[in-house]
């Protein structure tokens, strides 16, 4: 199928799910790309794993009882992570433990909900994996609203969030309320993957979360840029996968996320610096000399022409 | 003493930590324009010290004041500068923006960096010396020049009290030697700077007085002063009468 085919397919009244799948696919790609952004800073994928799982529950409550599918995903994913936040200040368990048990836990407690559902496995299946026809009109305002509220969010503690990320001791000796910060990031996390678990599914709303703002961190040495570039790449790869899906009758999560790990997959190779192509390049260059303080992996290119530490600094 | 308060008195602070009492009577002045080096053995209880001294560990007994008032997190004018390994290096952030997180808890939650706080960040940079490579991702950074963002960040707040935790860890003999100098120069500038280091040597050399730590303070006093008092170091770090580190201290006398 042609671009312009698909064009027209989006314009066809028939087909209004589809510019609906669309418009969720690529707003849920962009608040992942942004709030993912911290997921791989921070090393939270395991954390985003959890969270993505734990708002299943919520899913199947909300599904069993008619209710909102956002809102029910929303509160199951946001208590979870308040249990986990509260249960990690035990010093004797590392939170990786905790987040294990709750949100296995969660999602174990998810199946046995949905089974209550009649023609429970169809339904489980549209969880986990995602599905494009089955967007309810009312669903799309939900969606907007909370992904302008969590944009806000991002905006408004971005300083917090990075005093934090970088060193949580030093945050803490600011005044910084450091528990609240996490717990809010946590909750933040959760509304992105609440709103992205309908198109892409369940187990694989990780891959909008983590893929597009690595792809990005290897793209650019600043924040800034990383948070333009993750949603963006975000939501080119769902416009792409969506068509890709779309023309050759593939699920659509899966087809999202395999594009976006082509997208990174090429970063990884052709980025001009951090990419391997690069540094090969990088290393045949012959570079002077100097003493090297430089940490693994860095490449000569990148080095401070003069550290200042080697400059003459006049003792008193 | 005249009858301005110090800038950093910590009285009769005992803290327990897990049950098990970590600090117990420890009494320290630090005035305005002094280097005070915090020596003592693994487990003596420095960084807890710092700790309590910043506000994030609650004191069992005693009192810590800043400038006569009473120290709390993020409200006292305390720069720290924690231990290189705890920052994450490889954030994509710039040396500048770094330092501006130094003033994220003045600012509070809704305003953003102005004027007058990119001046604090500059000048805070021209200070470590720093201000070329502003513009520059931290994790191109060599170890000494990591550790002076670090210093100009705790800097940007114009601290009255700076505390550095090992400042020294993993960096060679000539970046120690400038480090020291920078942080003598900041210190007789008017900053009351305690310092935690394992590097004896370095300290007795470029420290206006020394504490040593075990638990409670062993003795405090100029280099000079204390080489004499072979018998408190071996207190302090539990060593015999013919150790190195006695024989070292007593030759530098």
Known sequence: MSPVDFVVDLLNPDLAFLPKALAVAVMSSIVCGIVGTYVVLRGMAFIGDAVAHAVFP?????????GNLVLGGTIAGVLTAVLVAVFAQNRRLKEDSIIGIFFVAAFAFGIVVISQAPGYAGSLQQFLFGSITGIPDEDLPVIAV????????????????VTVSLDRESARALGLRVFWLDLALYVLVTLAVVISVQTIGNILVLALLVTPAATARLLTDRLGVMMLLAPTIGAGAALVGLYVSWSWALPTGGTIVLVLTAVFLAAWTLSPRQGVIGRILARRRPTPSSRDYLPHGTTRSEAAPLAPDLAPEGRP | MTGAAPALEVSDVAVDLGGRRVLQDVDLVVERGELVGLLGPNGAGKTTLLRTVLGLQPAVTGRVLVEGRVARAGRAAIGYVPQRHEFAWDFPISVADV?????????????????????????????????????????????????????ARALALKPAVLLLDEPFTGLDIPTQGLLAALFADLAHEGHAVLMTTHDLLGAIDGADRLALLNRTIVAVGTPAHLAQDTRAWREAFGVGPESALVRMVRSVA
């Open chain 1, 146 to 161: 909370t992904s302008v509220v969590v944009l806000a969010a991002v905006l408004l503690l971005n300083k917090e969030l």
């Open chain 1, 58 to 66: 919520g899913l199947a409550v909300a599904f069993v009882v008619s």
């Open chain 2, 99 to 151: 330092v501006m997180t130094g003033l994220t808890g003045r600012l509070g939650l809704l305003r953003r960096p102005g004027r007058r706080e990119w001046e604090a960040v500059a000048e805070a940079l021209e200070r470590v010396r720093m201000a070329d490579l502003a513009e520059r991702p931290v994790g191109q950074l060599s170890g000494g020049q990591r550790q002076r963002v670090l210093v």
